[in-house]
Structures are given as C-alpha cells and as structure tokens.
C-alpha cells in the first residue's frame, strides 16, 4: 500500500492509525475501533497516509513500528563504534583498517561514516564482504581506486550486529519491549544540527514511520552556539519529516556536566529543551522524548542545570551505562504512551519448529516445558527443557522455572550469587537445538523477554545476550544488546523488558550456535535473579 493516496482530484484524507477496509470512486471504509484524522495542508487539500503503523524492519509491511534515527554520538553509541583509521578502493571493493580487533564476519552488517574532509562516497550501510585480519574488512563500494581515502575527522564504522549498554536508544528498545524495530541510524560523532537535514530524505526513503532526533549537544559544547542559532536547524529536521509522512520523535539535549559545564552552556541546553517541548505541544504529530528531564540534577544549586552524577562519563559528555539506561527508561516512557504497541512475539510451544516444521520460529526452548533440561554441575535445581544452566567462575547459582503471568510459557531462571570478579551465571540453549535450521543467506532476527532482580546494591556489571556460532570452522559471537560494561556505573535498580537483537545472516557453514543469557559481575556481593522467556529466532518478515 502507498504511502499516500490521492482520493480525488481535490483532495486526499489522512488516516492515522487506520484500517481501510475498501476504496472505490474517493470513498473507504474505516475498520471498527479504528481513527481517521483528516489533517488540512497547502491549498485546502487533507491527505492519507496509507502506510502501515507497524511496517516489517524488511518488508516495510506489517504491524511493528520502523524507526530511523538521526543524531551525533550519543545516538551513534547504540552500536559498537570502531575507529577506522586507514581505507583504501580497489576494483570497487573498500579495505578499512581499523585501530582494534573489530570482530566483524562475512554477512555481518555494520554502517560507515565520517566529518570534515571524509570522502562521502564511502559513507553508507554495507554487508561485509570479507576479514582478511582482525583490523582489516572489506565492503563493496563504487568508486575509483585509491591506496588511501581521505578519512577527515571521527571516522567511524558502526558495528550493527553488536549493540552497546551506554546507548540510550539501546536501552528505549529494551523498555519499551519491541515496540519498534530499529532501522536506520544517521549519527556519527561530531555532527551538528546544521549537518542533520542532509540525512532527511534518506530517513524518508527508508520507509521508517518515526525517526528519533538528538542534536544540538556538538552545536553547544563545541562551537558554542545559541538556542536562536540551534532551533532553526532542528525545525527544518523536524518540519521536513513531518512533511515526509514521518513523525519525529523529539529528544531533548542532556545537560552538561563537570568541566563541560558553563552557565552559558547550562542555559542554551535549558533553551533548546523548552524549544523542544513547545514544538511538540503545537504539533501533534511530533513526539517528545524527554529524557533531559530524567537525568537533570534538579538539586545542585551551585551548578545549575547540570546532569546527576554517574549519569555522564569523565569526558563529561557521553553516557555512562546507568545514564544510557535512565534516558532509554524515559524515552520509552514517553514514547510508549503516545504510540500504540503490537506484541507479535511466540506465544505458545505450537509455534516452533518442533511442533511444526513449517514454522517460521528455529527456536524450540521458549521454554515451554518446566523441566526436562540441564544443570550443570556446581548448578542446583531444576532448567526447562531445550535449555542448559551453568555457573561462570566460582558463582553460586541456583536454576528453576516459573510459569509467566502472561500465559506464556515459562521463564528459565538463574539466581547468581558471586565470590569474586568475573563471577557470573548463563542459561543457554542446549547443543544441536539451532545450527541445523539455520540457512545460508537466510536472515535472521532473535528475542527473548528478560528481567533483572536484586540489582541495588549488588556487584552486577551487565546482562547480556548472544548468539555463538562455529561458522566455516571459526567462532563468531553475534552479539544482542547490551553489550560493553562502561565505567564504574552499572544499572542500580531492577528491570524488565525484551532483548532484540540486531537481525543477522550467516553466509558459511554454521557447525555450532548457542543463545547465551548471562550475567557478570565486579566482585563478590549479594545474589541477582535473571529471569528469561519467550525466547525466538526468525526471520524479521514472519
């Protein structure tokens, strides 16, 4: 279905979150318990938009949301960043070097970007092509030879198969429990508002319904701009998508903290902020995500204005794990209640291939049966069926499963109590239950509904969850979310939500492949209980 439709030779009609049940001569019928908002625009005309409030992350078809994204690198940190730091094209295919191990595969995906003097032929999403070494990638790229592409400033390949804990929108995917999936992300480090409408039209052709904005933090901390000279530059983004047919999710600005803060600095975010709110106030369509609002230390008199310590790291500008999650949380918050969800998660054991061979679903261990799997050794208790316990170091862990208050299933639960560093606890899909289901080329998309207790006050670093593989004879971890501990500021309250990772394709021989619900932790301290259910692996489109 388009995304608009011309009703007539005088006028379309916007539907919002609508069924049209027929059309014929202009006219349609609207699906009972649906909304039809007829939005008046140029000359008189209304028009209809047509497109799916779910489209499918693949298929653009469905009933999920899509979102884009567009930002500077507090979006950009949503994935694992790698720092490129030399490229080069031959018989267009692009070799990046990067300055670490990037741990990249043939079919992964990852996005490449860059300011200043980048060569912007190479910017883009691509599928990795080859690994000749752990710093080198190849991609294919059109464009003339080169030994050595200008690389300009904050070159960086974003890793899309690996998302990072000290991303908020990371986090706003977790909370807000699948109610979007995450397309495209135009952010890189160091742009500026100015830089951001470029990226516009892309966001539009992608198909996504929402895109979350966050500028302005590069305009204030770097060039030390104004809210008169900011605002313009996020009206445009925002107006032009509007126009585009998609709404703008509206982040606020995080405010400043240690030497990053100034009360000139403190009053252009404070500015900027109140800007953003008014705008989505006098625009329906438009969505504020407040999360300034989240991490604001409304109690420091002497510094006003200024974000809640532990919130930013000591660059004093990025986030922190815990800052990343108290905006996500917010985000989620906002966003959750201005846009209606559709859970299209595996509900019963029916839907998996062992029960049905045609099913989209490779993944039998929902769990659905309270016993009948593994406990290894120290590990006492009882594991649901298809699913292994098993403690990491000299953990104590303790396995059950308890039936899910949503009639789903079961949850597979593990309570940890670490000795020591590096302690920790996994609950993993037993050996041979995946890799035979998987095929070549296919694409694939994993969750699981995950939640954390006893967190205050304990030791817990991270929760994670991955899939690992044996492909063409070598180990690859595709990696969920969240990912990379950071700093001294883990999480400090218990949470819920869904773990959904970024979709994958493997291009080899896969030998091997594991889901993997861990946690880890810093030292010895008191027990936390991870709880795991609905858990699934299909194809985005199913």
């Not at 295919?93 to 200043?116: C, E, V």
Request: with cysteine; hydrophobic share 40%; aromatic share 8%.
């Amino acid at each position: 279905m388009p995304r608009y439709r011309t009703l007539n030779n005088d006028a379309q009609i916007n539907v919002d979150r609508v069924a049209l049940l027929a059309d014929s001569d202009g006219a349609f019928t609207v699906a009972s318990g649906s909304r039809a908002e007829a939005v008046l625009i140029a000359g008189g005309a209304v028009r209809v938009d047509a497109q799916p409030l779910f489209p499918d992350s693949v298929s653009g078809a469905g009933n999920r949301a899509l979102m884009a994204a567009i930002g500077d690198s507090l979006e950009a940190m949503t994935h694992q960043l790698l720092t490129v730091t030399a490229a080069s094209r031959s018989g267009n295919i692009l070799t990046l070097t990067t300055s670490g191990a990037h741990g990249m595969y043939a079919g992964a995906r990852g996005r490449f970007d860059g300011l200043d003097a980048f060569d912007s032929s190479m910017r883009g999403r691509y599928t990795v092509l080859s690994v000749p070494t752990t710093t080198t990638l190849t991609v294919p790229n059109v464009g003339p030879d080169s030994a050595s592409l200008p690389l300009g400033t904050t070159p960086r390949f974003a890793n899309l198969q690996r998302r990072a804990n000290d991303g908020f929108l990371t986090w706003f995917l977790i909370l807000s429990k699948k109610l979007f999936d995450l397309g495209e992300i135009f952010a890189t480090p160091g742009r500026r508002t100015a830089d951001m409408a470029q990226f516009v039209p892309a966001v539009i052709a992608s198909g996504a319904g929402f895109c979350a904005v966050l500028g302005g933090t590069n305009d204030i901390h770097l060039d030390s701009l104004t809210a008169a000279q900011i605002t313009p530059n996020l009206q445009k983004i925002y107006t032009d998508l509007l126009a585009g047919g998609v709404r703008p999710i509206c982040v606020t600005i995080p405010p400043p903290i240690g030497t990053a803060w100034t009360t000139a600095r403190a009053q252009s975010a404070a500015q900027v902020n109140a800007w953003i709110r008014n705008f989505c106030r006098l625009n329906s369509k438009a969505i504020l995500a407040d999360i300034a609002a989240a991490i604001i230390d409304g109690t420091n008199n002497a510094s006003p204005g200024t974000a809640k310590t532990g919130y930013i790291i000591s660059n004093d500008v990025h986030w922190t794990q815990k800052g990343a999650y108290y905006a996500g949380k917010r985000m989620a918050a906002d966003v959750s209640a201005a846009v209606v969800g559709s859970d299209r998660r595996v509900v019963t054991g029916a839907d998996t291939y062992g029960f049905d061979t045609t099913s989209s679903n490779i993944l039998d261990a929902g769990p659905w049966a309270a016993s009948g799997g593994t406990v290894s050794a120290p590990v006492t208790c009882t594991m649901a069926a298809g699913l292994v316990a098993e403690r990491l170091g000299s953990a104590t862990a303790v396995a059950s499963t308890a039936a899910r208050a949503d009639g789903c299933g079961y949850d597979a639960v593990l309570v940890v109590t670490p000795t020591a560093a590096n302690d920790g606890g996994n609950i993993r899909t037993a050996g041979g239950a995946i890799h035979p289901r998987i095929v070549a080329g296919q694409t694939y998309a994993p969750d699981a509904t995950v939640s954390t207790s006893g967190v205050a006050g304990s030791s817990l670093v991270y929760s994670y969850q991955y899939l690992n593989g044996t492909v063409d004879g070598t180990t690859i971890n595709y990696i969920s979310c969240p990912l990379y501990p950071s700093e001294a500021t883990p999480i400090d309250e218990d949470w819920s939500g869904v773990f959904d990772y970024p979709p994958f394709t493997i291009n080899g021989v896969i030998t091997s492949a594991g889901i993997y619900s861990t946690l880890m932790f810093s030292a010895a301290g008191s027990a936390v209980t991870q709880k795991t259910g609905r858990m699934s692996i299909r194809p985005p489109t199913a």
